[in-house]
């Protein structure tokens, strides 16, 4: 694996050790669908979430949220309507979040920002 696969995967796992630590249950992890991939599906207090978990550098230009393009929104969603179709017995409540994740100049996780429901979507669409 590449070393940026590596460190995308280590910010992964710190996103979701950090989700558990805060009273998320892990539904999923890389959920893969024909349009895209939702990193962690999660669920808490009756809600479904996707979360998308974004890694970068300390001191780069572009920040991990600013990272997310319009394209990559309309695949998460797609995907996750795909979750949502093969598992209806879950909770109908869904959002989205965000994990922005800093890495140090070795790669590791120094540094989590958790951002709930950054991506409204309409609830009849979920």
Known sequence: MSRTGEAGRRAERAARDYLVSQGY??????????FGEVDIIAEKDDC????????RRAGGLVGAA?????RKLKR???AALEYRAGHLELSPQARFDFIGVELDE???????????NAL???PDLL
């Open 25 to 34: 249950t892990i539904k999923e992890m890389n959920f893969r669908t024909r």
């Open 48 to 55: 479904l979430v996707f979360v998308e978990v974004r890694a």
């Open 66 to 70: 600013e990272s997310i393009t319009a």
């Open 76 to 78: 998460l969603v797609q």
């Open 106 to 116: 070795a790669g590791q996780p120094r540094r989590l920002e958790h951002i709930e």
């Open 120 to 122: 409204e979507v309409p």
